[in-house]
């Protein structure tokens, strides 16, 4: 039973160029959730997805951040024109059906650490 | 809003001296509480969960966290540090109505020996 998968676990970016980071949810996981942590930070919420719809994406930068859940595939977080300041962790979350008390069961990946150079 | 706010950014015990990461939440309803440890490079760990059962909450590794409402805390203990308990911890709460989790600072815990 394979948890929350995310890959490259580590990602290095010359200035300018896109970035592509891949999330699979647990099996059974229809809910999908992009998080992101600056050194030295705490996480912080970009968006949360369900397949082929963004419920909230109310923490995702305005510019050059995109993110999908196909029906098909993992969810991908898409970073264009890559700057040093998106040098970051980037966390992948998934659970069942939130907003259920008695279900909060967030699983989370071990992140994709992205290094712009 | 709903937040928390972890009032140490460091903590250092010494191995086999009770461990307390603080935390305080603010929320207008009752909240939905979670302590999450990182170790270096690591992902994140769910330690234990209060979701508006009882109010002392027993978690994995021996830790456990108190929910007062009076004192609007949730703070983190355990009796006994051991070296491999030396990582970073989050207290996060559930907003969003749900659908997402706001993480508290972090205290990175130190353990000597």
């Known amino acids: 039973n394979a948890g929350v998968m995310q890959n490259p676990r580590h990602l290095v970016r010359r200035r300018g160029q896109e970035a592509r980071l891949r999330c699979s949810p647990m099996?059974?996981?229809?809910?999908v959730y992009w998080y992101r942590q600056l050194p030295e930070e705490g996480l912080k919420f970009m968006v949360y997805l369900q397949k082929e719809n963004i419920i909230d994406e109310s923490g995702m930068p305005k510019e050059r951040f995109s993110a999908e859940f196909p029906k098909e595939g993992p969810s991908i977080l898409r970073i264009q024109q890559v700057v040093r300041g998106d040098s970051a962790a980037y966390f992948c979350a998934s659970s069942r059906q939130p907003g259920q008390r008695q279900s909060y069961g967030y699983t989370f990946g071990s992140g994709t650490r992205l290094t712009v150079v | 809003a709903q937040s928390v706010t972890q009032l140490d950014s460091h903590v250092s015990v010494s191995e086999g001296t009770p461990v307390l990461l603080r935390c305080n939440y603010s929320s207008s309803y009752s909240p939905s509480l979670f302590w999450y440890v990182q170790h270096p490079n690591k992902g994140l760990q769910l330690l234990l969960k209060y979701t508006s059962a009882a109010t002392l909450v027993k978690g994995i590794n021996g830790f456990e966290a108190e929910f007062k409402k009076s004192e609007t805390s949730f703070h983190l203990t355990k009796p006994s540090a051991h070296m491999s308990d030396a990582a970073e911890y989050f207290c996060?709460?559930?907003?969003?109505?749900?659908?997402?989790?706001?993480f508290g600072t972090g205290t990175q815990l130190k353990v000597e020996l």
């Open positions: 099996k059974g996981h229809s809910h």
């Open positions: 996060v709460i559930l907003t969003g109505g749900g659908n997402k989790l706001t």
